[in-house]
């Protein structure tokens, strides 16, 4: 897994939250969108959580290119916000998984689990 | 008779010869007596009415009815023409026996022109009037009906002729001018005084308002009787945005309602980004110590988190009633739309947004805009038991006009007047509307329902509101 989110606290207890499962692996964590791209790049992960609103291009700029750079990498937005708009913008470059932070974490680890069965 | 020089006086006979000839008779048409007398009268005639058989026709009526007047051409000895008032009569001795005519022939040339000039004036300024599109100008009888109508009126109030003429004009007033008798206060000082200025917010056809420059002005016969009442409205919208733009007073308020807003949405983001993003990683924290923690804490750590999951919930609410983030980042349009989808979930409502904006408004009023939409759907949440709602944002007199159009129980006059205090959420709507320099009113639907609606001016950007902008 790979995680992508400019706040410490979150990132830090995201981490925490997936190594908590056996199965799961978080092999890089990034702080920002270029970072995530770039990570995601070299580890090419199952599955990214990314937050949507993060420096250097927000999570739909690096939700777009790591589609494309590492193909088999599936995506979970993980975002303060939950407007219509967003969800579809995400939508649209291929983010089928969206979770408004504040959600237990059993539903983000399922939703991650849901991705990394699947691919 | 002879030296008459006025009118031409000469007489024929019976066959239309002229056998007598005055001083009037030469210098109206240039011949001399010896010149005339004994030719046939049909000389004075222009040829097509002699081809007519005017002047016999015109003897044949003086006989069958003692006399003939009649208007027209006749030419002069030189061969110009002037116009004529031409009075024939028969004359008849004792016995009834025709013994000839006496012909009285006036040049009108001059006055004909003056009466033409005169009635070409006043078509040409009834032409104007008519045409003019800058002013609504027309008329009313004393009782306040309109009588007459212009291009400007209609351009500015929205009504043709045919719709208008014959309603009283008090149609033009919003309805706390009416309850206040506004209109026919104005017309008795317009009695009183001869005229009376107004500016004043006014209604188009279509429920809309401007800001109107008004004239009446009242109008008296020569006995001192009241005809009626002249009206001349100008729009002023648009002058009146600008000239608030620029006074004093109005700047000093943009600025106070700027600065609360930026306050208002610096708390917001910070709340947001920093508050709320803290608790959500206490809440995570608290999720994963309960799994590593004794069962004995289960329920303590439960409650727990659920403390923090509702103070998050209340956070977002709060930062959301300070100030939405959707309107900075996405746009009023969206951040409505996104909002009415949420209002009609909770409420099972239909809805419906349709914008047609020029362009974005302005922060400052973006958040007017949204704000006064927020009530008017809290109310139709509340009160209105409606099945649909539908906002509508167009731009309209150089600002933004908003609809909120629901099919519920109807609000009536009532809802806006003073028998229902309780209702203070229409007070601060349109407080907030005529604190931007806009109107808003709130009216029962015909066929059930209710209509807010509000327009607000958007000044330019770079314009003079935009300079006590913080950098």
Same mark, same amino acid.
């Given at each position: 897994m790979l995680i992508g989110d400019d706040e410490p606290m979150i990132r830090d207890v995201v981490r925490e939250v997936l190594e908590a499962e056996p199965d799961f692996d978080v092999v890089a964590v990034a702080g920002d969108a270029e970072e995530a791209i770039r990570l995601a790049e070299r580890h090419r992960p199952a599955v990214a959580i990314l937050d949507?609103?993060?420096?250097?291009?927000g999570g739909l700029h690096a939700a777009r290119e790591i589609r494309r750079r590492s193909p088999r990498t599936r995506i979970v937005a993980f975002s303060a916000y939950g407007d219509p708009a967003v969800v579809e913008d995400m939508r649209c470059v291929g983010v089928t998984e969206y979770l408004v932070k504040g959600v237990p974490n059993a539903d983000l680890v399922a939703a991650v689990r849901r991705l990394a069965t699947a691919g | 008779m002879q030296s008459v020089i006025d009118y031409a006086i000469f007489m024929l006979d019976p066959?239309?010869?002229?056998?007598s000839w005055n001083a009037g008779a030469q210098r109206i048409k240039g011949y001399a007596a010896e010149e005339i007398? !004994?030719?046939? /009268?049909? &000389?004075?005639?222009p040829p097509e009415d002699i081809a007519a058989g005017k002047p016999d026709w015109e003897l044949e009526v003086a006989v069958a009815e003692g006399r003939l007047e009649d208007e027209g051409w006749r030419l002069r000895q030189d061969g110009t023409r002037f116009w004529a008032n031409v009075v024939i009569t028969a004359l008849f001795d004792n016995t009834g026996r025709l013994r000839g005519f006496g012909n009285v022939t006036r040049d009108m040339t001059e006055r004909r022109k003056a009466e033409q000039a005169l009635r070409e004036s006043e078509e040409r300024f009834r032409f104007l009037i008519q045409n003019v599109i800058d002013y609504a100008i027309f008329m009313l009888d004393?009782? !306040?009906? $309109?009588i007459s109508w212009n291009a400007g009126a209609q351009r500015i109030k929205g009504y043709a002729a045919e719709e208008i $003429? !014959?309603?009283? /004009?008090? &149609? /033009?007033?919003?309805p706390e001018d009416i309850a206040a008798g506004k209109p026919d206060w104005e017309l008795e000082v317009a009695v009183a005084e001869g005229r009376l200025e107004d500016e004043g917010w006014r209604l188009r056809q279509d429920g809309t308002r401007f800001w109107a420059n008004v004239v009446i002005t009242a109008l008296f016969d020569n006995t001192g009787r009241l005809r009626g009442f002249g009206k001349v409205t100008r729009d002023m919208t648009e002058r009146r945005s600008a000239e608030r733009a620029l006074d004093e007073r109005g700047r000093l308020l943009n600025h106070l309602i700027h600065a609360q807003e930026a306050e208002r949405r610096r708390i917001a983001w910070d709340v947001h980004d920093d508050t709320i993003q803290s608790m959500v990683a206490v809440g995570m924290r608290i999720q994963l110590m309960a799994g590593r923690?004794?069962? #004995?804490h289960a329920a303590a750590i439960s409650r727990l988190n659920d403390a923090v999951t509702a103070t998050i919930g209340r956070l977002r609410h709060l930062t959301f009633r300070m100030h939405p983030p959707e309107i900075d980042r996405v746009g009023l349009s969206v951040a409505l739309s996104d909002y009415l989808a949420q209002v009609a979930s909770e409420a099972g409502l239909m809805w419906e947004l349709r914008h047609d904006l020029d362009r974005e408004p302005p922060p400052e009023s973006a958040i007017t805009i949204f704000r006064i939409c927020q009530e008017a759907l809290t109310n139709v949440r509340k009160? +209105?038991?409606?099945t649909s709602v539908t906002v509508s944002l167009s731009s309209a007199d150089h600002g933004v006009l908003v609809r909120v159009i629901d099919d519920g129980t109807g609000a009536g006059p009532s809802y806006d !007047?003073? +028998?229902?205090? #309780?209702?203070f959420g229409l007070i601060e709507m349109r407080e907030r509307a005529e604190l931007a320099g806009g109107w808003w009113n709130i009216e029962g639907r015909s066929g059930g329902g209710t209509i807010v609606q509000f327009w607000l001016p958007t000044p330019p950007a770079g314009g003079p509101a935009e300079r006590y902008r913080p950098k």
């Open positions: 949507v609103r993060m420096p250097c291009g | 066959s239309g010869r002229i056998i007398i !004994g030719k046939h /009268f049909s &000389v004075f005639y004393p009782s !306040g009906r $309109i $003429i !014959g309603k009283h /004009f008090s &149609v /033009f007033y919003p923690l004794p069962d #004995e009160h +209105a038991q409606a !007047g003073p +028998a229902r205090p #309780e209702h």
